[in-house]
């Protein structure tokens, strides 16, 4: 939080909130700052963070302008123009094109002073631009909704329309039909499509298929958190696995061993989403779970993934560097993927050859080149890195390290000219180095390739229905918070719920700890130091740890002290 803000002289709207009663001037000081520090426009922080009602800011943000403001629950959707302006510009200046009349084209914004907005977007479309003044919260409500039925038809889907979702395996083959008549049938058809779009639709990142003695359930993973959402007939375990299994192109007739698929869902001529299979054979029958593989999460940009301001230029900067190697590291399911791919989009130009190899590729993007590692025939991380060096590559990222000679090879390939991207299976940045040496690479190699090292997890966010706790001072002292954290003030949220959340949470946030490896800590690599020792060094030259990030996540109210707790506590 700032602590500095007895320097900060307030004007324009920050004033006028004052003024009119919205605001105290402290509060109104550190939102500023926050705010330009985050490169958002004010309003938007303020609704947020619910430090003040955005109605009565809009209201008051128009006395200040002499403009009026719009009521976009009044507003028609179908006068909004399709496809008018790039999704990425609506996102990032929180602003939405309205209607428009000949070459002018009206835009919902909810900061008058966002000229920044208008010009791109101006300049983006060729049109020109005016300002309507709306309500934040609505704003971004809108925004929300008109991106989903610009991307997709899934919202209009209804029970009638389940058998018709087209579904093709992941290899693209056309299926033989073999043996699918014993579950071509209708009910089981039109319930497996409805358990895939109902995932999609909540937002799930998993689906678990699950069989017992005597019953069958269906559980999804949401915000990190399973919870059962239906219970079919144990009856209907072996149609249910059969229709799984075909969808994904696997033989429905081996129940034995663990098998692996892909399905690609075709929502629209635009939307298709996949799904990763896997299949295990349990006492009672085939467990199968799905992973839920959003390509569009990787081109969200990394505005939204959660970095503060200091690590996302670590990263960026690590980005820009001709060679070295960037390490991500977290448990499974922490968003390693998205993380990587991320900076893989931002690297993808015409003026770059990028080749991955991954187990599998989970994200399809066009203009990298993916190789699906298959130790079957002999193609494993260290046989593709070797093919790589040979087709002149700039960037190379490895989906995994998991053995000494992948190791040597993506080093000395960060070594000589190359950008490499990996990740690892430690808890922290310090265990990364000290994980690799145990491996067997040699220090000395670890200090000169490695170049960043990111470690993360993924914590659920706050909804808007949020609500303050009181925490006494003995306990957040406890919790890791600095006494200069609690003497600035901030308030705490916890999860309250309502009919737009799970549990008073709402989508999830990253939380990470991003160390550049510096000449002082390159030395103690050198010098084979231990990951305590390196964690300590780490800290000492203004790296936060994972649970620091958290609780700066706590301080925002972005989180709950309890879900950093869940996802950080030592």
């Known amino acids: ?108 914004v909810s900061d008058p002073t966002n000229i920044q ?131 994904a192109q696997l033989d429905i007739s081996e129940r034995r061993v663990p098998q692996d698929g892909r399905i690609k869902m075709k929502l629209s001529k635009t939307k298709a989403i996949d799904f990763r299979v896997n299949t295990l054979p349990t006492l009672w029958g085939e467990k199968i779970v799905l992973r839920i593989l959003d390509p569009s999460q990787a081109k969200l940009g990394i505005d939204v993934l959660g970095y503060e301001e200091d690590q996302k230029q670590l990263y960026l900067e690590a980005l820009e560097q001709p060679q070295g190697m960037i390490l991500v590291t977290g448990p499974t399911g922490s968003g390693k993927t998205v993380s ?49 060096l040979r087709q002149d590559p700039d960037v190379i990222m490895v989906g995994e390290i998991r053995d000494l000679e992948t190791a040597n090879i993506a080093i000395k390939a960060s070594q000589t000219g190359h950008l490499v991207l990996s990740t690892l299976h430690t ?49 957040l002292l406890a919790e890791g918070f600095t006494q200069e954290q609690i003497d600035t003030g901030f308030t705490l949220f916890r999860p309250k719920g309502c009919d737009k959340c799970s549990g008073g949470y709402k989508g999830r946030v990253g939380i990470y700890e991003v160390v550049k490896i510096t000449d002082e800590l390159a030395s103690m690599i050198m010098e084979e130091a231990s990951s305590i020792q390196i964690a300590k060094k780490a800290q000492a030259e203004g790296f936060r740890t994972l649970r620091q990030s958290a609780l700066m996540k706590v301080i925002q109210g972005v989180t709950s002290l309890e879900e950093a707790n869940r996802v950080t506590k030592d």
């Open 340 to 388: 990587l791919y991320t900076g893989l989009n931002i690297l993808n130009t015409n003026e770059r050859n990028i080749s991955t190899a991954e187990d599998p590729a989970e994200i399809n993007l066009e203009g990298i080149n993916q190789v699906n590692v298959n130790t079957k025939v002999g193609l494993g991380f260290a046989e593709a890195l070797r093919a790589f």
């Open 1 to 108: 939080m700032a602590s500095n803000n007895r320097n900060v002289t307030l004007t324009g709207l920050a004033r006028r909130f004052v003024d009119d009663g919205l605001l105290d001037e402290d509060i109104a000081k550190d939102a500023f700052i926050q705010a330009s520090e985050n490169r958002i426009p004010l309003i938007t922080y303020l609704t947020q963070n619910d430090l003040a009602d955005s109605s009565k800011l809009a209201f008051s943000a128009a006395m200040e302008f002499g403009i009026s403001v719009l009521d976009l629950d009044s507003f028609l959707p179908e006068m909004m123009p399709e496809k008018s302006v790039d999704e990425k510009l609506i996102r990032k200046h929180n602003a939405l094109p309205l209607y428009k009349r000949g070459n002018r084209l009206f835009i919902a």
């Open 427 to 475: 808890n922290s940045a310090a265990e990364t180095l000290t994980r690799m040496m145990n491996m067997g690479v040699p220090a000395f190699n670890i200090a000169t390739s490695v170049s960043l090292i990111i470690a993360q997890r993924l914590g659920r966010r706050l909804c808007s229905c949020k609500q303050a706790a009181d925490v006494p001072k003995d306990v």
């Open 117 to 247: 907005a208008l010009d791109e977007i101006k300049f983006n479309t060729g049109l020109s631009t005016d300002a309507v003044l709306v309500d934040d919260a609505k704003l971004r409500s809108a925004i929300d909704k008109y991106l989903e039925s610009q991307d997709s038809t899934m919202g209009d889907l209804d029970d009638a329309d389940l058998e018709g979702v087209e579904t093709e395996g992941g290899d693209g083959d056309d299926d033989d039909g073999a043996s699918t008549t014993e579950v071509d049938d209708a009910p089981i058809v039109k319930y497996v499509n409805k358990m895939l779009l109902d995932a999609i639709r909540g937002g799930a990142s998993d689906i678990h298929f699950e069989p017992y003695e005597k019953t069958y359930r269906v559980r999804y993973r949401t915000d990190g958190i399973l919870k059962e959402v239906s219970r079919p007939s144990i009856k209907l375990a072996p149609k249910i696995s059969a229709r799984v299994k075909i969808m």
